[in-house]
């Protein structure tokens, strides 16, 4: 296909516009032609108020819908990105790709397993390519953590992410208007984000999964749930995560997630074992690890087994320039009929949003431990996969 890719984006709220930011840039690098935007609510899409977010956006040439089958239908678009909250989808996914439009899916790309099996399904069928908003991959830093690994066996991972329900952001999607919660702030709310580690989590699960190379094969997780009381002043969300996922390997994956109110604090731990090693995401990511005959006749230093896996600082693996980067490969991936410069697709990507569903499940299920083939396929967890009417 001759580029640029036209372009449109479905979901004009907080993070539809950090990728109208970068596939504004990635015009006038001539990678992208921006056609379209939808969105239901007519505010969201008026100029003055994308300005706001996106101070070089320009209007020339871009059509705007409040429909996303009439942007489909109305043939200005090669490829769409979905970026709207995981409980809205409503057969976009598989509209477009039936009609030929190339996919790229804003993760969690739907909070029910058998939505996701048929939008995968739809694009399967249609054979556009597709990707998953995992822009974590198109870090260098976590890349080259991921290269180091390649030839190494990891025994654990372990990402532990305190947060705060400060750190959620106020949204744009109008959720008072559809018995949501009233400040729009839809990431404390179970039925909109399906939990944290649905909404969130899903990153840290994902990230494991290319640093290891591997898929996540079981699920183990206890939540503590936030006192009933609270819930109205901050959300309904759990307090406190721990996710324990079994890979096909053998080895281990954990992660914490902390959601407390009024403690405004965010930090991160960061470390995973292989065989003879122990990487920490310093300022540098290193790896302690000693190389000479085993074991030493005196014991080294610290600073003499460290060995710098990515030289630092890194402090952008969410951030703007990842963004654009995942958004370059997919545009390029389909214009230049090259898939390999996508790091995952939606097929690629079940795996770790099934292991985040399901962990709401084990956690349902106390603790059960919920192996993900049988969470895909077993009439056992059909009720759990299914929207609820
Ligand atoms: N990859 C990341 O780092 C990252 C960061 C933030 C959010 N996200 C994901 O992006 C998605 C959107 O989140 P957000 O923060 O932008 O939320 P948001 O509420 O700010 O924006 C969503 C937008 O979608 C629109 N919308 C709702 N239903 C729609 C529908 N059926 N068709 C078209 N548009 C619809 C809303 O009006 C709103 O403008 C979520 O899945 C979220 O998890 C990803």
């Given at each position: 296909?001759?580029?640029?890719?036209?372009?449109?984006?479905?979901?004009i709220?907080?993070?539809?516009l950090?990728?109208?930011?970068s596939?504004?840039?990635?015009?006038?690098?001539?990678?992208v032609?921006?056609?379209?935007?939808?969105?239901?609510?007519?505010?969201?899409?008026?100029?003055?108020?994308?300005?706001?977010?996106?101070?070089?956006?320009?209007?020339?040439?871009?059509?705007?819908?409040?429909?996303?089958?009439?942007?489909?239908?109305?043939?200005?678009?090669?490829?769409?990105?979905?970026?709207?909250?995981p409980?809205?989808?409503?057969?976009?996914?598989?509209?477009?790709?039936?009609?030929?439009?190339?996919?790229?899916?804003?993760?969690?790309?739907?909070?029910?397993?058998?939505?996701?099996?048929?939008?995968?399904?739809?694009?399967?069928?249609?054979?556009?390519?597709?990707?998953?908003?995992?822009?974590?991959?198109?870090?260098?830093?976590?890349?080259?953590?991921?290269?180091?690994?390649?030839?190494?066996?990891?025994?654990s991972?372990?990402m532990?992410?305190?947060?705060a329900?400060?750190?959620?952001?106020?949204?744009?999607?109008?959720?008072?208007?559809?018995?949501?919660?009233?400040?729009?702030?839809?990431?404390?709310n179970?039925?909109?984000?399906?939990?944290?580690?649905?909404?969130a989590?899903?990153?840290?699960?994902d990230i494991?999964?290319?640093?290891?190379?591997?898929?996540?094969?079981?699920?183990?997780?206890?939540?503590?749930?936030?006192?009933?009381?609270?819930?109205?002043?901050?959300?309904?969300?759990?307090?406190?995560?721990?996710?324990?996922?079994?890979?096909?390997?053998?080895?281990?994956?954990?992660?914490?997630?902390?959601k407390?109110?009024?403690?405004?604090?965010?930090?991160?731990?960061?470390?995973?074992?292989?065989?003879?090693?122990?990487?920490?995401l310093?300022?540098?990511?290193?790896?302690?690890?000693?190389?000479?005959?085993?074991?030493?006749?005196?014991?080294?230093?610290?600073?003499?087994?460290?060995?710098?896996?990515?030289?630092?600082?890194?402090?952008?693996?969410?951030?703007?320039r990842?963004t654009?980067?995942?958004?370059?490969?997919?545009?390029?991936?389909?214009?230049?009929?090259?898939?390999?410069?996508?790091?995952?697709?939606?097929?690629?990507?079940?795996?770790?949003?099934?292991?985040?569903?399901?962990?709401?499940?084990s956690?349902?299920?106390g603790?059960?431990?919920?192996?993900?083939?049988?969470?895909?396929?077993?009439?056992?967890?059909?009720?759990?996969?299914?929207?609820?009417r």
């Amino acid at each position: 296909m001759a580029g640029p890719l036209r372009v449109g984006v479905v979901g004009i709220g907080q993070r539809g516009l950090q990728h109208v930011s970068s596939l504004t840039q990635l015009q006038s690098e001539e990678v992208v032609t921006l056609a379209a935007l939808a969105d239901p609510y007519a505010d969201n899409l008026e100029t003055s108020q994308i300005l706001r977010f996106v101070p070089d956006f320009h209007d020339d040439g871009v059509q705007k819908f409040t429909s996303v089958q009439e942007m489909v239908d109305s043939g200005s678009v090669d490829a769409i990105w979905f970026v709207i909250p995981p409980n809205q989808h409503r057969g976009e996914i598989e509209y477009a790709a039936g009609k030929g439009v190339h996919i790229f899916a804003e993760k969690p790309q739907s909070l029910w397993l058998d939505d996701i099996l048929r939008q995968n399904e739809a694009i399967k069928k249609a054979g556009v390519m597709s990707t998953c908003g995992f822009q974590m991959r198109h870090n260098r830093g976590y890349t080259e953590i991921r290269n180091y690994l390649a030839d190494k066996w990891v025994a654990s991972m372990t990402m532990i992410s305190e947060g705060a329900v400060e750190g959620h952001g106020v949204k744009h999607t109008h959720t008072e208007e559809q018995g949501g919660p009233a400040n729009r702030v839809w990431t404390a709310n179970r039925a909109w984000s399906g939990t944290s580690i649905v909404e969130a989590g899903i990153h840290q699960t994902d990230i494991m999964r290319y640093w290891s190379d591997e898929d996540i094969e079981w699920v183990r997780a206890n939540y503590v749930e936030r006192p009933k009381e609270l819930h109205e002043a901050e959300g309904d969300n759990p307090i406190y995560y721990s996710v324990d996922y079994g890979f096909k390997k053998g080895g281990m994956g954990t992660i914490i997630f902390t959601k407390p109110a009024r403690s405004y604090y965010i930090g991160r731990y960061d470390c995973i074992i292989w065989t003879h090693g122990t990487i920490r995401l310093e300022t540098d990511y290193v790896d302690y690890h000693f190389e000479g005959d085993w074991p030493p006749e005196e014991k080294p230093s610290l600073d003499q087994v460290r060995k710098v896996v990515s030289r630092g600082p890194h402090d952008d693996a969410m951030g703007r320039r990842a963004t654009t980067d995942i958004s370059k490969a997919f545009a390029e991936g389909v214009t230049r009929g090259k898939p390999e410069l996508l790091l995952n697709t939606f097929e690629s990507s079940i795996n770790s949003l099934a292991a985040v569903l399901a962990a709401n499940v084990s956690n349902e299920l106390g603790g059960e431990k919920i192996v993900i083939d049988e969470f895909v396929n077993d009439d056992r967890y059909a009720k759990y996969r299914a929207k609820p009417r």
